[in-house]
Nanobody
Framework: QVQLVESGGGLVQPGGSLRLSCAAS?????MGWYRQAPRKERELVAA???????TYAASVKGRFTVSRDNTKNMIYLQMNSLKPEDSAIYYC????????????WGQGTQVTVSS
């Protein structure tokens, strides 16, 4: 299985921005970002195929942008106009497709949006 390592989480004020990064041990066809808030199910945030096709959760469309650099085996999540309800642990995922998760997960990175 591909190994995934996230970075870039932290504390940010409402309306602010953060960029998450995920390093993969090798290239996989589709990668994505999921998040899990306390007492909630893990949910898809955004995903991207090797060729650049993307999908987004309705709640983040227009605010978040997923991208990848296949030469570096990296995936990114640019998060703008952050809201308190975006607070969660964000996980990188690989090995599935852009609509469903694969078997590989990173360790997660905490994003907290609060004033």
């Amino acid at each position: 299985q591909v190994q995934l390592v996230e970075s870039g989480g932290g504390l940010v004020q409402p309306g602010g921005s953060l960029r998450l990064s995920c390093a993969a041990s090798f290239t996989v066809p589709a990668m994505g970002w999921y998040r899990q808030a306390p007492r909630k199910e893990r949910e898809l945030v955004a995903a991207i195929s090797f060729g650049g096709a993307t999908t987004y959760a309705a709640s983040v469309k227009g605010r978040f942008t997923v991208s990848r650099d296949n030469t570096k085996n990296m995936i990114y999540l640019q998060m703008n106009s952050l809201k308190p309800e975006d607070s969660a642990i964000y996980y990188c995922n690989g090995g599935g497709n852009i609509f469903s998760s694969g078997p590989s997960w990173g360790q997660g990175t905490q994003v907290t949006v609060s004033s």
